[in-house]
């Protein structure tokens, strides 16, 4: 009835006039969804990280995490959860590393001794 008295939305009449009108309407699930997934564009378009707008970045994450986290990479920003990730991972690197070292110290040590016994 508002198509018909004036009254539609604006992208309504536009669907009617271009025949684009679905002869069924849309429930309230899709045009969620709708609303939900143009939202998300728009906020990837915007790229809250690189902008440092953190009230988009906050409404993408609930949106979307998995977008919200690649523009976070490509941005170089981190949650503090993803520090303490990286930092944890890079301790474990070095101890690793740490151990291998040791290690090559002690078999080296190993090798000298025998070899002085045998020269003895």
Not at 42 to 68: G, V
Not at 75 to 96: F, I, L
Request: hydrophobic share 40%.
């Amino acid at each position: 009835m508002s198509l018909l008295s004036g009254s539609a939305p604006a992208d309504l009449v536009a669907d009617a006039l271009q025949g684009s009108l679905s002869p069924t309407p849309k429930s309230q699930e899709q045009r969620r969804d709708e609303a939900k997934a143009a939202e998300v564009k728009q906020l990837i378009e915007a790229n809250p990280y690189k902008a440092r707008n953190f009230t988009q970045a906050m409404r993408l994450e609930e949106l979307d995490p998995a977008a919200a986290k690649r523009l976070r990479t490509e941005a170089g920003v981190q949650t503090p959860s993803e520090r303490a990730e990286a930092k944890a991972a890079q301790q474990q690197a070095h101890e690793h590393a740490m151990q291998q070292m040791y290690a090559a110290g002690i078999a080296k040590q190993q090798a000298e001794l025998q070899a002085m016994s045998r020269g003895y």
